[in-house]
């Protein structure tokens, strides 16, 4: 199965600092997802890329958070100044084409503390 | 509005015994669904997905998923359960635009 690697697979940091999560997509995948799972809950959607743009996010991608993929292969979710809600593993996921199932990394456990 | 419900929050099973996890879903038209499997420290791998065709897939690791649209339900199967099942298992749904939506997930505890 093609695979979707995450780094760092543990971060944690102090409160209001910044953080970058990253995503090495499968290369020939367009579609790039990020998703959140605080301890005990739901999977939660925060926001697609397409195209070298945001095509959807949710209520929770607030200014705080940032999406770039600036060498053409990786693909970071930045966190500007970290709070203790934003606590979760983080996973990266890209669909083959749009409507497809999507490949999940590993994620990354961010821990603020 | 797109939502998955996993009604069963905990699951604890004989090992070779059978398994049925639940799964409904709320979706606005005729959905993509999925299952994911999530072992502690890893991240969700695809285990089967019903796009159209046949209502009974059959995935990884011996499992199957039967759609049911009068239920709106995509129940998960497997006749007898290894020790190795144990893990979080998620529904999801979609995509809807650009995301698919989650189920709470349904943790699964084997026992000898």
């Known amino acids: 199965e093609p695979e979707v690697t995450q780094t760092p697979s543990h971060q944690v940091t102090q409160m209001g600092q910044e953080v970058i999560l990253r995503c090495v997509p499968i290369?020939?995948?367009?579609?790039f997802y990020w998703y959140r799972q605080i301890l005990g809950q739901k999977v939660e959607f925060l926001v697609s890329?397409?195209?070298?743009?945001?095509?959807?996010k949710s209520e929770i991608f607030d200014d705080q958070f940032s999406v770039e993929r600036p060498d053409g292969s990786n693909f970071t979710l930045k966190i500007r100044s970290t709070k203790l809600e934003d606590s979760a593993m983080y996973f990266c996921a890209t669909p083959r084409e749009r409507n497809t199932e999507a490949f999940f990394g590993q994620g990354t456990r961010l821990t603020v503390v | 509005a797109q939502s998955v419900t996993q009604p069963d929050i905990h699951i604890t099973v004989s090992e070779g015994a059978s398994l049925e996890l639940r799964c409904n879903y709320s979706y606005g038209a005729t959905p993509y669904l999925f299952w994911y499997v999530q072992s502690p420290g890893q991240g969700l791998q695809l285990l089967l997905k019903y796009f159209s065709g046949d209502t009974l897939v059959q995935g990884i690791k011996g499992f199957e998923a039967e759609f049911k649209r009068s239920q709106s339900s995509f129940n998960l199967r497997k006749p007898s359960v290894h020790w190795s099942d144990a893990a979080e298992y998620f529904c999801a749904v979609g995509p809807t635009g650009n995301q698919f939506y989650f189920g709470t997930g349904t943790s699964l505890t084997v026992i000898p």
């Open positions: 290369s020939n995948h367009l579609y």
């Open positions: 890329f397409y195209n070298n743009e945001i095509s959807e």
